[in-house]
Structures are given as C-alpha cells and as structure tokens.
C-alpha cells in the first residue's frame, strides 16, 4: 500500500530570541508511517507540540516559524523541505486550531474561493465548488458576511468548507472539533470517515466522537510518538493529564454572598460588512448566578453565546433590560471591573512580552503593592497554573495561552467569571483545575461549551440558546 505520511527522526527546536535561554527541543526523533487513505489520531496534552508537528507537514515550519529542523518528511512521496507550502497546497491542507491564523479575506464566499483561484480553477466550477462548500457547512447565508464577524465555531466550519473545497488528499487536522456543536461535529465525523484520503486529527481531549472511529491511535508525549492500540492510548493519556494537572479541589469553606441578575435583557448586535443582513438579536427573560455557582451556557454555532457574554461583561450595550449585582443595577465599566471574560480566543485578551509582564500588569491594575510582594503573588500564580514566567506568550502554545488568561483573572479576582470554551484547546483535567482555582476564590462562574459530557460533570445549572431565546435547561442536554 502506498504511504501518505512519511517522518523519520523528526526533530524541532524553536529559536531562541533576546536574552532567552536556549529552549528545549519540542520535537524528538519523530517516526512514523502512514498508509493512504488511513485516519490517524494523535492525543497530546497542551504544549506537546501537536501544533508545531501539524505546520511542519505543510511546510510552514520552519519556514514562518524560526526554529531548527531535523530529519525527513515524505508527503505524498515528496520530500516537503524541497517544496513551498503553496506547492504543497493540492496534496495536503491545514486545518489550523486557531482560525485566526488562516482567515484572510474580507468576505465568508471569498475565503473558499481564494485558494481555488489561486491553483486556477475554472470560474463556472469554482462558483459550484464555493457554493456547495457553504451549503454543507451551514454558511451560504453568510457568503457576503466579514469572517471577522462570524462566531468561533462558524469560522471552524468556514476553514473545514475552505479544506474540503480544495479536497487535498490529505487532511492534517490540528483541534477540528473544538469549538463545534454535536450537529457539525457529526458531520465532520461523517467527512473524514467518508473520505478516500488519509486523514491526521491532533487532539488535546478524547472525545466521544473518537472511540472506534481511527484506525490508527497515537500518543504524542516527551517530544516524541508513540503508536499502540485504542485503549492503551487512552489510557496512558489519562494517565498523562492526571499526572500534569492536580485534581479538582473541594469548595471552599465560606463563600462570598454576591449575584449577578438578569431581567429582560434584549440584545441585538448588526453585522457592519452587510448593511442589509437583519440584525442578530437574542432575548434573556431572566438570567442569574451566585458566589461559587457553575453554570454552563449552550446552544448552537452562532446561537449568541459570546454576544451575552459580551453585554454581562459591559463590553457591549444592551438595548432594553437590566443587570443588577447584589441587587443594584449596573452597567458599562461598574460590570468590567465585575465581570470578568476569558475570550473564546485567548488572544483576544493577551498583549504583554512575557507571562511575568501580564500576570504584574494585573496586579498593578487592583491594588498598589511593594514590589517584593507584588513578584511574590506572580510566582506562586504561575506554579498554580504551570506557566514559566519568562515565556513570551506569542510563542506558548493554545493550551499554555488560555492558562495565562485564567491566571490573569486569578490575579484580578472578579466575583463572576466567564470562560468562553474553555474546554477547548486544553484537556478535561486542566479545565478541571482551571474552575477549581478560580472558585477557590469564590467566584461564580458561567462556562460556555459545546461538550455536553463537560458541562454535566462541570455545572449545576444550564441555560440554552434556543432561536434567539436564552431559558434555563437540564445539565449536559
């Protein structure tokens, strides 16, 4: 049989920058061999390097990444370090876990069409192929709709209708799951077991979508693969998971007594690119959650999640309704320095050079501290959350990035914290670990996800997004 996937004694460190030292290799003596048509998935924690192994198969490590390469790579039959990522473009795709990294164009339609433009597609086949890529993955609505302007599972759906428009051979998938719904993680399911292609899904958490669905099962750890049967991958990443990450943490014994209250909240939020696309707008007949509380918030790609979040967090104005702490009514910066709102991107929320500069910038914002007891109060908050304080968060991965913005609201101490998928990107253990922290120091806290399996073992209550309506529901359904 004819192999798709080709490493032998892959390694890769990334380059040192400044003053830093010498950082240690991410990849380790790599091997592995993959048969065409083969569906491979490769378990790895945050930081094992899942995201770096996905760009160096389409040649965009090193090549927009400084680091130092080490060994061979055949795609396809094709030695990859004599090929641009561009040449590589109709024998494998990249599904990047953060679609920020990928999306280029101002329109939803332009997005897919631009790469089959590019490999000069003929322009009645390439309209079809634009369409049906839309069609499939829910989006022809929004075809004229800025990306910009679509929410985190859409513009997962858009980059999977990008790769399927292009139908590659081989799929290398970093995370494609995250941040989609049950109804679009079906079919993405559906996709890679129906495709004559070899398909390579690196994930962070084992879904259950995953079991009994790969013919090959792989353990991405130390820098290094290993390949095994099913069960004996899962279980040593548990045991890996348990092992990095310490065990949920019992409630503390006094809480503070705050809640946060929501009555007849109507929300509307346009899309600027369409000036005729009929304003999204949700309603919240009532919303509440107290000190030490865990609430999950579902509903669909697109549903408004992240738009409620946006107004509970004074980020966004409201149109009628009220918001009330503690029985009294607030608004704009009175819910900012209450309310606080981890990004479905941690990006979003991430701008200083290193860790240590983002955890002090925190502190400087609350309360003037000496300096001794200002580093003291960062250190032990990065060992809380495993972050080296000299990181440059630019070059942390996924995972490592949105443990910073826990830390971050750690520090800041909000009464009332929403995640936004906080599940995905990083593993349960970690997103166990994460709440547990930050209701150690009482707040109450909203989780939005996609995982019904997370929320019921996670949450007390749920509220669900159902046609624009936001109402109370049974956890995890």
Known sequence: MKTAVDIADLSFTYRRY??????????????????????????????????????ILCSLVPRHFDGDLGGAIRIDGTDISTCTPWELMTRVTLVAQNPQEQLLMTTCADEVAFPLESLGIERTALVDTVHNALQRWGLYSMAQVNPQEISGGERKRLLLAVTEAIDA????????????????????????????GTVVVFASRYLDEFRGNFDTYCHLFGGNIVRKSEEEIVVEFDRECELQFAPMQEEPAELPNHELHCTNL??????????????????VPEFNIASGEVVALVGPNGAGKS?????????DPLVEG???????????????????????????????????DELGWSLRQIRRLGTEEREQMVRSCARLFHLDLDDNPTMMGYGARKQLQAAV????DRPFVIIDELDSGVTYAAAFEIVSLLRKNGAAIVIITHDRSFARNIAQRQYTITNGVVSPSEVGV
């Open 18 to 55: 400044g003053g830093q030292a010498q950082p240690d290799p991410v990849l380790r003596a790599v091997t592995l061999s993959l048969p065409e048509g083969s569906k491979t998935l490769v378990l790895g924690a945050p930081d094992s390097g899942k995201s770096t192994l996905s760009k």
């Open 169 to 196: 051979p081989i799929w290398i998938m970093d995370e494609p799951f995250d941040d989609l719904d049950e109804q679009w993680r079906q079919l993405l399911l559906s996709r890679i077991l129906g495709k004559k």
């Open 266 to 283: 109507s929300i509307v939020h346009p899309r600027r690119s369409v000036s005729s696309d009929q304003p999204f707008s949700l309603s």
């Open 307 to 315: 738009t409620l979040s946006r107004v509970l967090c004074g980020l």
């Open 322 to 356: 009220s918001i009330t702490i503690d029985g009294s009514a607030i608004a704009g910066k009175g819910l900012q320095t209450r309310v606080g709102y981890l990004f479905q991107n941690p990006d979003y929320g991430i701008f200083l050079p290193t860790v240590r």
């Open 409 to 412: 609201y750690y520090l800041l």
